[in-house]
């Protein structure tokens, strides 16, 4: 009797191993194309470095199939063998372990911030919910202060004239200095369609000593990102390729902004520091292309991973909402760094970044 099985039993563990092949087939497909892709994408970028965006593709599409390949080997896990649900615990943990790398190991710095050191902070400030910059100011002598994406601030030191000697606002843009502020550009890339992705300033920072100062925000790629993701989890391969056309031109707008800005930066005949929102990723062209002529502070002095992206720090453990560093503090050669850190903003999408130098 134990040796023989209910017609039925034998017709449920047919149709289970059946199902269990087959998901297993996909599950492993997909967790292949998770793996590959993010190679594919540096690969790319080394191989063919004028074609970031496209890397870019590669990097961001890991993300989606992952949760595809969580969903997969939870129905196969979970019906076919209950017992392996240690499998899909592992899955989980190593998501959570994936998201834990953006966080930082904090070592001791006993450097002391001084005064006549040029102490800049940059932040993109557009959602923020109620950060101020006010304590942080203070503690860290900040004379400098770079504003991208709108006046959501929320700090009243920032608003206090006297406490600054020279503040200029031209669209999301806005600069708070204790140096005087000498002329004032607008930065425009004139691609097929015309983009405000920065100003220029140039500070006098004592008698004989002047400094260009870029505050840069190139497009993001956010919005159709999102709806590509919406629309591949809905199945609307309508709404996915309409989403991936939003986004090539974007890209293309991103692309023409990025070789504006580098086209500056190699006739710049002033020392000069750039501060913002590159909405780009440290692997990416314009990067790479900065770096050759000046130093990303946090490459120079900074520690862990760096993200800037998001802000609130109970985000960073949420997957697919991946963790970046894409604002960026960058030093001609010229100057001496001598702190840097990035700075915490519970209340805010971005979190600043921080750090001092000097000629």
């Known amino acids: 009797m134990h040796g023989k099985q209910h017609p039925y039993n034998q017709q449920v563990t047919f149709?289970?191993?059946?199902?269990?092949?087959?998901?297993?087939?996909?599950?492993?497909?997909?967790a292949i194309l998770s793996a590959l892709l993010p190679i594919i994408g540096v690969l790319i970028s080394l191989i063919l470095p004028n074609h970031h965006f496209t890397a870019d593709a590669f990097l961001f599409i890991p993300p989606i199939l992952l949760i595809y390949a969580y969903i997969f080997s939870s129905i196969v896990f979970l019906i076919v063998r209950p017992r392996r649900i240690s499998v899909v615990?592992?899955?989980?943990?190593?998501?959570?372990?994936?998201?834990?790398?953006?966080?930082?190991?904090?070592?001791?710095?006993?450097?002391?911030?001084?005064?006549?050191?040029?102490?800049?902070?940059?932040?993109?400030?557009?959602?923020?919910?109620?950060?101020?910059?006010?304590?942080?100011?203070?503690?860290?002598?900040?004379?400098?202060?770079?504003?991208?994406?709108?006046?959501?601030?929320?700090?009243?030191?920032?608003?206090?004239?006297?406490?600054?000697?020279?503040?200029h606002r031209e669209g999301e843009y806005r600069v708070f200095t204790n140096h005087e502020l000498l002329e004032i550009e607008k930065l425009t890339a004139l691609g097929k369609v015309p983009y405000h992705y920065g100003m220029r300033y140039l500070l006098k920072i004592r008698e004989g000593q002047t400094l260009a100062v870029y505050n840069i925000h190139l497009p993001t790629f956010k919005d159709p990102i999102l709806a590509i993701r919406s629309a591949l989890f809905a199945f609307d391969i309508k709404g996915c390729f309409s989403a991936l056309n939003e986004l090539g031109k974007i890209w293309q707008i991103h692309h023409d902004c990025s070789l504006a800005l580098m086209r500056k930066i190699r006739s710049e005949t002033e020392t000069f520091l750039v501060g913002g929102d590159f909405n780009s990723t440290p692997h990416t062209w314009i990067h790479r292309n900065l770096a050759q002529y000046s130093t990303d502070s946090h490459d120079g002095l900074g520690y862990g991973y760096g993200w800037t992206i998001p802000g609130r720090n109970n985000q960073a453990l949420i997957l697919p909402d991946s963790i970046y560093r894409i604002d960026y503090i960058f030093a001609s050669k010229e100057l001496e760094l001598h702190k840097q850190s990035v700075l915490k903003a519970p209340l805010a999408q971005h979190r600043p970044v921080f750090c001092s130098l000097s000629f």
């Not at 149709?15 to 997909?30: D, N, T």
């Open 15 to 30: 149709r289970l191993q059946y199902y269990k092949k087959r998901f297993s087939w996909v599950f492993g497909i997909i």
């Open 89 to 167: 615990i592992a899955i989980a943990l190593f998501a959570v372990m994936q998201s834990l790398l953006g966080f930082e190991y904090r070592l001791p710095d006993n450097k002391a911030i001084k005064t006549e050191h040029i102490n800049v902070i940059t932040w993109n400030c557009g959602q923020n919910k109620g950060y101020s910059l006010d304590s942080t100011i203070k503690r860290k002598k900040v004379n400098m202060v770079l504003l991208q994406g709108g006046t959501q601030h929320n700090s009243k030191l920032l608003e206090d004239r006297d406490f600054w000697r020279s503040h």
